[in-house]
């Protein structure tokens, strides 16, 4: 009715303006909250604002977790009250099909408690006495059917589905379907759902960090069981702690290699928790690994205080990378390129490690098929820096350089190593070259190839050795430049 007639039967009533992104929003946080009892919750977003009409709803797929509560009852009743102590009224179904749930929670003539459950088998029965509205039709097709007299769910049942679909649309037909069970309906989850999930909830909320620490230590105990019974290993953990008030505070953490050390993952939390306001206490706790991968098992060895598959170090930065931030410890990858300060990147110890790139020869090559890999500087110089070099001519190596104001005398060198760029790439092939200024010191005429690099490695009088190259190759009238790109130890 309008708002003028509802005034005219109730003259007190009190109105308010809908703010439906607000409203959006708040059920959306519910939906969040209700993941404390089933990883898999949506919000209804079935009409978007018209969801609101008659207050919104909240999807949850509770499969193999009512046990957890005492049993399907036992469960809503559990759900019903805790909202109501947040000050929602709230009413619940249970059923085997999302679209009887609906029905139900919203049709159903509540007496003492504000729940309801329909057994295996009797969706059919229960649905029947319903009005066509419980099957989330759109007002015209609901006007539709009531208009030819067709009031109730049973008394579209014993009409063939081929004539309903000719007379209204396919989509009366479908949500009957659905109802029953004999056409899927798929809930997509308000976030990513993971089989490895371990949870603990309490009669009364507990705030001492000592009660929270051992609970986290137990949770990492239960989920390291799963992981290890499915052959798999953690590499993201969500920590959530659900509050008496409807907050929820998550813990993140992430491992360099995949784990299921209970321990070490129990370790990634503990340092974390004391950024946890608990004053009104935690009434649940749950434990999800959000990404895993393959683990395979490992040969403990007799002297556990030697490490010999490379846990000890991986857990060492696993530890500082959650406590200093993962941005700050990183890792060095091979990236595929033949530019020396391309060929590795930076990356966080705990991103999901990229494939080394493949070689160009097959393992059982043999060694003659094999190009050369010549060794590397220890230290390479995050961008080369140029020198003043004395060298003959044309491919020699440099004799004596000037850098960073010393000069360096040359007694043993070794090369050249030619790389080029990589033309396959945009933006790195090889470009151009414009003439270069006239000046006093270069003949006009030349010009420098760009994007070739020629590589020595050079020994000082003092046995200091350095990686440098020269920018371009000799021709008439031309002065390469020469650069210090790296330093051996």
Same mark, same amino acid.
């Given at each position: 009715m309008t708002l003028a007639d509802a005034r005219a039967i109730l003259p007190g009533l009190k109105t308010s303006e809908a703010d439906l992104p607000a409203e959006t929003k708040a059920l959306s946080?519910?939906?969040?909250?209700?993941?404390?009892?089933?990883?898999w919750t949506a919000p209804d977003d079935e009409g978007s604002g018209a969801a609101f009409a008659g207050g919104g709803s909240i999807w949850l797929d509770v499969t193999g977790c009512a046990h957890l509560f005492g049993g399907e009852d036992a469960l809503i009743r559990d759900i019903v009250n805790r909202l109501d102590g947040l000050g929602f009224t709230a009413y619940a179904a249970i059923a085997d099909t999302p679209g009887a749930a609906w029905a139900a929670v919203r049709h159903t003539r509540y007496k003492r408690r504000c729940w309801t459950a329909i057994r295996k088998g009797q969706a059919q029965d229960v649905l029947a006495s319903m009005p066509v509205a419980g099957l989330r039709l759109p007002p015209a097709t609901i006007s539709g059917l009531q208009a030819v007299g067709l009031r109730r769910i049973g008394?579209?049942?014993?009409?063939?589905?081929?004539?309903?679909a000719d007379r209204f649309g396919s989509v009366v037909a479908d949500r009957l379907d659905q109802a029953f069970g004999d056409r899927p309906e798929p809930v997509s989850p308000l976030a990513p759902a993971s089989p490895w999930h371990a949870r603990i909830s309490?009669?009364?909320p507990i705030g001492r960090l000592e009660d929270i620490a051992d609970t986290v230590r137990n949770l990492a105990r239960d989920l390291a069981a799963m992981l290890e019974s499915d052959g798999l290993g953690a590499r993201r953990l969500t920590l959530s702690f659900y509050h008496p008030d409807g907050a929820v505070d998550r813990l993140r953490a992430g491992t360099s290699q995949a784990s299921r050390n209970a321990d070490h993952l129990a370790r990634l939390f503990?340092?974390?928790l004391d950024r946890l306001d608990a004053?009104? /206490?935690?009434?649940?706790?749950?434990?999800?690994?959000?990404?895993?991968?393959?683990?395979?098992?490992?040969?403990?060895?007799?002297?556990?205080?030697?490490?010999?598959? /490379?846990? /000890?170090?991986?857990?060492?930065?696993?530890?500082l990378s959650n406590r200093l931030g993962s941005e700050n410890v990183v890792q060095l990858t091979l990236q595929e390129s033949h530019i020396p300060e391309r060929a590795i990147s930076a990356t966080p110890v705990t991103a999901r490690a990229r494939p080394a790139p493949a070689t160009p020869w097959r393992s059982g090559?043999?060694?003659?098929?094999?190009?050369?890999?010549?060794?590397?500087?220890?230290?390479?110089?995050?961008?080369?820096?140029?020198?003043?070099?004395?060298?003959?001519?044309?491919d020699d190596p440099p004799v004596m350089f000037r850098w960073r104001k010393q000069?360096?005398?040359?007694?043993?060198?070794d090369g050249p190593e030619r790389i080029a760029s990589e033309w396959w790439h945009d933006g790195l092939g090889l470009l151009e070259t414009e003439p270069e200024k006239e000046d006093a010191d270069t003949p006009s005429g030349g010009a420098v190839q760009d994007n070739i690099r020629d590589y020595y490695r050079v020994e000082d009088r003092r046995g200091r050795r350095f990686w440098v190259y020269r920018d371009g190759i000799y021709s008439p009238g031309t002065r390469p430049s020469w650069y210090v790109h790296g330093v051996f130890g």
């Open positions: 946080r519910l939906a969040d909250w209700c993941s404390r009892y089933t990883p008394d579209l049942m014993p009409i063939p589905r081929a004539a309903l309490f009669a009364e503990t340092k974390k004053a009104f /206490g935690i009434d649940a706790i749950t434990l999800t690994a959000t990404s895993s991968e393959k683990l395979s098992p490992a040969q403990s060895t007799l002297d556990r205080r030697r490490e010999t598959d /490379g846990s /000890g170090v991986a857990e060492l930065a696993d530890r090559s043999s060694p003659e098929n094999r190009p050369l890999r010549r060794p590397r500087p220890l230290r390479l110089l995050p961008r080369p820096e140029e020198v003043e070099a004395v060298a003959p001519v044309p000069v360096f005398r040359i007694e043993h060198a």
